[in-house]
Antibody, heavy 118, light 107 residues
Framework: EVQLVESGGALVQPGGSLTVSCAAS????????MHWVRQASGKGLEWVGR??????????EYGASVSGRFFISRDDSKNMAYLHMNSLEVEDTAIYFC?????????WGQGTLVTVSS | EIVLTQSPGTLSLSPGERATLSCRAS???????LAWYQQKPGQAPRLLIY???SRATGIPDRFSGSGSGTDFTLTISRLEPEDFAVYYC????????FGPGTKVDIK
């Protein structure tokens, strides 16, 4: 069974940094691209970014609103993906979902809540 | 970046009725990379449709997708109580984008 479990969400002050994690199981993690998608309370889905697999040299891409502030990494030996968030803004408050790409975004974790507030 | 627009914002219907949801793209969606997701409160989105019209595993056949180019439709032939939710269209060219969602609520 495919499982994606996010962790690490927290309350952070504006301008701060935070890393959230995604633990994957039930599939060959190293073969697939992993994404992060976020959702502010009562709002729609916003694509944050993705990290491709080793075959694509772990290339990363990011959405415009987070580019230059957020970075995605992965550790295939641990079946883990990470979202490193810097210079956090109040507008970054959201649930952050880890999502598997198997040609498309097919499995989602339950998300972890990041709150940016003073 | 392809911008997706969904209409209507809210659709109020009764169980048993037919629901028709629209998704329009600002430019042609590459290779029909268009999907639909269902999201209920407190849950992650669930994949319903991919490649415009292919149902994901376990999705009942009352859900169907159609369209091409810039105009796409999700149809729920007869609404069941569990179908009342928010539906998002999504194009998975790069960069990935989502529509703002259509809420289907009980009339």
């Amino acid at each position: 069974e495919v499982q994606l479990v996010e962790s690490g969400g927290a309350l952070v002050q504006p301008g701060g940094s935070l890393t959230v994690s995604c633990a994957a199981s039930g599939f060959r993690f190293s073969d697939l691209t992993m994404h992060w998608v976020r959702q502010a309370s009562g709002k729609g889905l916003e694509w944050v970014g993705r990290i491709r697999d080793k075959g694509y040299n772990y290339a990363t891409e990011y959405g415009a609103s987070v580019s230059g502030r957020f970075f995605i990494s992965r550790d295939d030996s641990k079946n883990m993906a990470y979202l490193h968030m810097n210079s956090l803004e109040v507008e970054d408050t959201a649930i952050y979902f880890c999502v598997r790409e198997n040609w498309l975004l097919d499995y989602w974790g339950q998300g972890t809540l990041v709150t940016v507030s003073s | 970046e392809i911008v997706l627009t969904q209409s209507p914002g809210t659709l109020s219907l009764s169980p048993g009725e037919r629901a028709t949801l629209s998704c329009r793209a600002s430019q042609s969606v590459r290779s029909n990379y268009l999907a639909w997701y269902q999201q209920k409160p407190g849950q992650a989105p669930r994949l319903l449709i991919y490649g415009v019209s292919s149902r994901a595993t376990g999705i009942p056949d009352r859900f169907s997708g159609s369209g091409s180019g810039t105009d796409f439709t999700l149809t729920i032939s007869r609404l069941e109580p569990e179908d009342f939710a928010v539906y998002y269209c999504h194009q998975y060219g790069s960069p990935f984008t989502f529509g703002p969602g259509t809420k289907v609520d009980i009339k």
